[in-house]
Nanobody, 131 residues
Framework: QVRLVESGGGLAQAGDSLRLSCTAP????????MAWFRQSPGTEREFVAA????????HYRDSVKGRFTISRENVGHTIHLQMDSLKPEDTAVYYC????????????????????????WGQGTQVTVSS
């Protein structure tokens, strides 16, 4: 099964920045919306940010607005998540996700947080923020 490849996690202190990247393997067919989710121990996976297939539309969870920026490269299926002003509550395993079936095409950006529209996932990368 196709797996997205994530990189860029690690350790940071509160107020620091980290940048996550995610790419689909060569040969992957059309990718529509892409997103980042995160999960802490004992909690459900939660939406963080998403970007449309064109890269022109983005959507964020409220707690990261103004601190995180999702972007998409024009060539290839690669996205980035720039995380600034990190907080201890941002600590989690971050997962990249991609819609390869087109479920997101006719959805408003506010619906990009629906976990079920994403059929491709990465293995996750740990982000740990200390106070």
């Amino acid at each position: 099964q196709v797996r997205l490849v994530e990189s860029g996690g690690g350790l940071a202190q509160a107020g620091d920045s980290l940048r996550l990247s995610c790419t689909a393997p060569a040969g992957t067919n059309t990718i529509y919306a892409m997103a980042w989710f995160r999960q802490s121990p004992g909690t459900e996976r939660e939406f963080v940010a998403a970007v449309s297939w064109s890269g022109s539309t983005t959507h964020y969870r409220d707690s990261v607005k103004g601190r995180f920026t999702i972007s998409r490269e024009n060539v290839g299926h690669t996205i980035h998540l720039q995380m600034d002003s990190l907080k201890p509550e941002d600590t989690a395993v971050y997962y990249c996700a991609a819609d390869h079936q087109g479920f997101s095409v006719n959805l408003p950006a506010n619906d990009y947080d629906l976990l079920q529209i994403y059929g491709l996932w990465g293995q996750g990368t740990q982000v740990t923020v200390s106070s």
